[in-house]
């Protein structure tokens, strides 16, 4: 059964540092991985998606990576701002589900 | 393009209530989704179309909850009679998915669910 965790479960930084958010799964056979960001009371918004093959994927200040081989993602956003408060959420697409992690509950404060 | 619509957003019913939901995917996206988010919790998948036909219904509650894709487009999930532990976030999603090729999945706004 697939399996996916996120580390931390929470976490609060001054604006402008650097952070990185991680994601594991169990089952390294997964055809990609999502990266989400849900406001409070609000949808999942996508903000990048890595297909099995590739290594990472950029897009603004965001950048996530992914080792299939050890069951890990990395979510990098440079130079945080307090737009940035929210819940990140990893999801694996396996079998054709799409299973989520807990997510990691960001706030930047100015 | 347009996102994925759901309705209700809010909706408050007392304990042995019926519900529906109702969800109109992005045009042309033949995989849609229901999750069920409890507060602090990650999105739970309750059931998966792909076009009218259930790939996955497994965590899915059939004693209370059904659901039905009719051809292939819009979706309504539907809680009968509701607990007070179905009090959540209901959220669709929908995805191209292109044969082998699985794309991007993208939500709706989510319905959120009060049992009183």
């Known amino acids: 059964k697939q399996e996916v965790t996120q580390i931390p479960a929470a976490l609060s930084v001054p604006e402008g540092e650097n952070l990185v958010l991680n994601c594991s799964f169990t089952?390294?056979?997964?055809?990609?991985l999502q990266w989400f960001r849900q406001d409070p009371g609000k949808g999942l918004t996508s903000l990048l998606l890595?297909?099995?093959?590739?290594r990472e994927q950029t897009s603004g200040r965001l950048n996530a990576s992914l080792d299939k081989s050890s069951g890990r993602s990395t979510l990098y956003i440079a130079a945080s701002q307090p737009g940035d408060s929210a819940t990140y959420l990893c999801?694996?697409?396996?079998?054709?589900?799409?299973?989520f992690g807990t997510g990691t509950r960001l706030q930047v404060f100015p | 393009e347009a996102g994925v619509a759901q309705s209700p957003r809010y909706k408050i019913i007392e304990k042995r209530q019926s519900v529906a939901f109702w969800c109109n995917p992005i045009?042309?996206?033949?995989?849609l989704y229901w999750y069920q988010q409890i507060l602090g919790q990650g999105p739970k998948l309750l059931i998966q179309?792909?076009?009218?036909?259930?790939?996955?219904d497994s965590q899915l509650p059939k004693d209370r909850f059904s659901a039905e894709r009719l051809k292939g487009v819009d979706s309504t999930l539907k809680i009968q009679p509701a607990k007070l532990e179905d009090s959540a976030v209901y959220l669709c999603?929908?995805?191209?998915?292109?044969?082998?090729?699985?794309?991007?999945?993208?939500f709706g706004q989510g319905t959120r669910l009060t049992v009183v």
């Open positions: 999603a929908s995805s191209l998915d292109l044969g082998l090729l699985r794309t991007e999945a993208f």
């Open positions: 089952d390294s056979a997964i055809y990609n």
């Open positions: 890595i297909q099995s093959s590739q």
């Open positions: 999801a694996v697409l396996i079998t054709d589900k799409l299973i």
């Open positions: 045009s042309g996206h033949a995989t």
């Open positions: 179309f792909q076009n009218n036909g259930v790939v996955d």
